[in-house]
């Protein structure tokens, strides 16, 4: 195997480490594998990549998911920097409603979080230039957005540096009401 998936917490949403095999030339290492990942693709398959790269540390990304029929997968790599990668499950019925995980990613640490349908997904730059590599297991689709607040109280993340350089769209996300009870699927 040349991928290894430990569990976060988080029903479906894993961290996926890559063997990294290396002589005098320098290294190799697998990022993706459809057959290695499909214990936890569960039959979706990667339709869409995408790159985001944030200029300052502290900066705030999300936290974002598509409703479905449009709910997505993501297998998300840093590729420069850091970031502090965060999974927010939002899943109605779900035995970690509401609970978040977070893992520190890296440039060459060969490390990549899958975050499952129905959770949403943000992070924040621990340094400058943080590149994200996104595989998505659908298309974009804008009347599907949903965002969560990157300071929702119900969700309580704690981000590692004070927030900072929002989007305006991700400032004006509502802050869940105190009946939501989740997203279905």
């Not at 693709?41 to 339709?47: A, C």
């Not at 502090?84 to 990613?105: H, K, N, Y």
């Not at 659908?138 to 989007?167: C, F, M, Q, T």
Request: proline share 5%.
């Amino acid at each position: 195997m040349n991928l290894r998936i430990e569990e976060t917490g988080i029903a479906g949403a894993v961290v996926v480490s890559s063997l990294r095999r290396g002589d005098a030339r320098g290294g190799f290492a697998r990022w993706f594998c459809e057959d290695e990942l499909a214990s936890v693709l569960e039959g979706s398959h990667i339709v869409q990549i995408n790159n985001s790269v944030t200029a300052e540390p502290g900066s705030v990304r999300g936290m974002h998911f598509q409703y479905a029929p449009h709910a997505e997968k993501k297998l998300i790599r840093c590729i420069a920097g850091r970031v502090f990668d965060v999974v927010l499950d939002l899943r109605c019925g779900s035995p970690t409603f509401l609970q978040w995980r977070a893992v520190e990613l890296a440039a060459g640490d060969d490390r990549a979080i899958l975050i499952p349908e129905g959770c949403a997904h943000g992070f924040q730059a621990l340094s400058a230039d943080a590149s994200l590599l996104y595989l998505h297991t659908a298309a974009y689709a804008p009347a599907a957005e949903g965002g969560v607040r990157h300071d929702d109280p119900r969700a309580a993340i704690a981000w590692p540096l004070p927030p900072k350089n929002l989007s305006p769209r991700d400032l004006q996300h509502a802050l869940l009401a105190s009946d939501f009870d989740g997203i279905s699927l």
